[in-house]
Structure formats: C-alpha cells, structure tokens
C-alpha cells in the first residue's frame, strides 16, 4: 500500500491515484460499519478494474475545530490503522493533514482540491459523511458539487444487535469494561502500544513482576480494572494479566493511571521495547488492600481464573 500525504493545496505535480475507486472517512477503529463501506469500495474497484483508494484524516477534525476544548482519543494509532488497511488490500492511502485551513474550506472547494483533483472517479462514504466548512457539505449535496465528474456511492448504515455500529458505540462499551462487545464490533481486541519503562518492582517483589507500559495519551483505554490480555512482543504472542488503574494498595486514587502486565511463563527483559497489549477480558475492578498478602491472593486467584481462558 503506497501512503500519500496530502496538504493543501493540492499542487498540479500532486501524486495522481490514477482512476481509482476512493471510500473517504476518519474510520478510527475501522469497525464492521467501516469495513461495510471500505468492501462497498473494494467490490466497485474490482468490478471496474480500479485502484482501491482510502481517503482519511489526520488528525481527527474536531482536535482542530474544537481546539483545546477536547482531548481525542483514538481507538487506533496511525499506525494500526494504516496496518488494517493494507491487510484489507487496499492500493492507496490518502492522508490529508487536517489543519484550520482545510476546516475553512467551503464545500465545493473541499471537492474540487481533494476529490477531482485526485483525478477519483468513484467515490464511496457512508451516510452520514460530512465535508467542507462547519460540515456544510453531506451527501445530500455530493450530487451538487460533483458536477457529474465522478460517481457516488452512499453507504447505508450498518446495524447489530438492532443498533448502528458506530466508533461512539464502542467508546462506550470499552469506558463500561465490555471489552469482549467491543472486540466483536470491531473484528478484533482493542490494541494498546506502548514503551516499557522502569517501575517501583513491586510486583517482583510479591511474586508477579510486571511490565509497566508507558502509553500514547492519546490512545483510548478501557476502564480501570484487571483483565486477561495477550500481548504481543517482538511479533511473539503471549497470554497474560493487566492491571489499569492507580494502584491503589500503595498509592491514592489521584495518582496517575498505569498500565500494568503481568506476562505468563515469561522471563525475559523488555525494558525499553514496544509491546502491543490486547485487551481480552474484563475480570474485577481494581481494590484496596489493608495488607499485601490479601493482594498476593487475589492475584492468585486472578490468575487462575485466567489461565482457564486459554
């Protein structure tokens, strides 16, 4: 998959998909309702023997429109995200760095830069696809400002369970701990990356040491607690026990939150490496102990309970 940052305006040596099928969105996560348009797509290029494109943004438009005022977080880093896509097959991959400038752009001048003058000759968003200034453009108007220079392909909403498939529906699942809904909407466990850095070895000391993972802020955790996880390290997959939370046997409830893996039948250092923890299982919430022991065994417990998981 060949990745092309695009920044406006799009100048006349601009990389060129060459008539290809675009499906455009933010698609953080890229659940079944993505994935239902980006097949949508997909079947179109074949049928027409064309490109596959994706036209996304970086970063999320409301960072920029609604400025400090919000902190995003994303149910996929960048990088996840471009790894989806290229397993899905997709030829090209859009980026258009999302800036004040294009949140100014009117409509008609969105389409023309990005759309025509990409030379995309099909076009595929889902139905509530909004573009241009204040998201004054839909797909209402894409008939309008298309000007008959490519063709429209409007994605109807995908539902499960009687309720649309959305990236705010799985926000909600992960904040309520319903880790295993969520994996199920998006085809696959929530994927944390981080750093492991250097701890207090409190659990070495008791008996589960653990790898202490410095994450992106900006990637969205689920809610406080003890789950089974697999993690992925040096592209080896391994089962095991997080922790999220503050820690609250031996620190307050105002500390920080810290990501904590207990790695089953492991041994090796991974201080300093990037690891990929997936979120599998809910178990318990987090608790306060008056004594360590009644920590060691809870974890004991924690642990057998996971193990029969797996």
């Given amino acids: 998959m060949k990745t092309v940052d695009l920044k406006y305006p799009i100048l006349d040596n601009q990389d060129h998909t060459g008539d290809a099928v675009c499906a455009i969105g933010f698609f953080d996560g890229i659940h079944k309702g993505h994935q239902y348009v980006l097949q949508t797509a997909k079947d179109i290029a074949k049928r027409l023997n064309k ?27 960048f990088d996840q995200k471009k790894k989806i896509l290229s397993d899905f097959d997709v030829d090209i991959l859009y980026v258009i760095h999302f800036d004040s400038t294009v949140a100014r752009l009117e409509p008609q001048v969105f389409i023309d830069q990005y759309i025509v003058g990409l030379n995309i000759s099909q076009l595929v968003c889902g139905f509530d696809f909004t573009y ?35 990236s705010t529906r799985i926000r909600n699942l992960l904040t309520e701990g ?50 089974y996880v697999t993690v992925i390290i040096n592209e080896q997959t391994y089962h095991g026990m997080a922790s999220l939370g503050h820690n609250p046997t031996f620190e307050s409830m105002d500390s920080e939150i810290k990501c904590e893996v207990h790695i089953f039948d492991f041994n ?33 417990d924690d642990e057998k309970q996971i193990r029969q998981l797996f």
């Fill in 51 to 77: 490109k596959l494109a994706v036209m996304t943004f970086t970063p999320h438009p409301s960072v920029v429109i609604r400025g400090n005022q919000t902190k995003f977080t994303y149910l996929n880093t």
């Fill in 178 to 227: 319903k880790v295993e809904e969520a994996s199920i909407l998006l085809t696959r466990p929530l994927m944390t990356e981080g750093t492991v850095v250097h701890g207090y070895k409190r659990g070495r000391e008791i008996g589960y040491p653990t790898a202490n993972i410095a994450v992106d802020p900006e990637q969205l955790m689920p809610k406080n607690g003890v789950y």
């Fill in 132 to 166: 241009g200034y204040r998201g004054a453009g839909n797909v209402n108007t894409l008939i309008s400002h298309s000007k008959e220079r490519f063709g429209i392909h409007v994605v109807e909403k995908y539902h499960e369970d009687n309720e649309k498939v959305s």
């Fill in 268 to 300: 090796q250092s991974v201080y300093d490496q990037r690891i990929t923890v997936c979120w599998q299982k809910y178990i318990r919430p987090e608790y306060k102990f008056d004594h360590v022991d009644q920590l060691i065994e809870q974890l004991k």
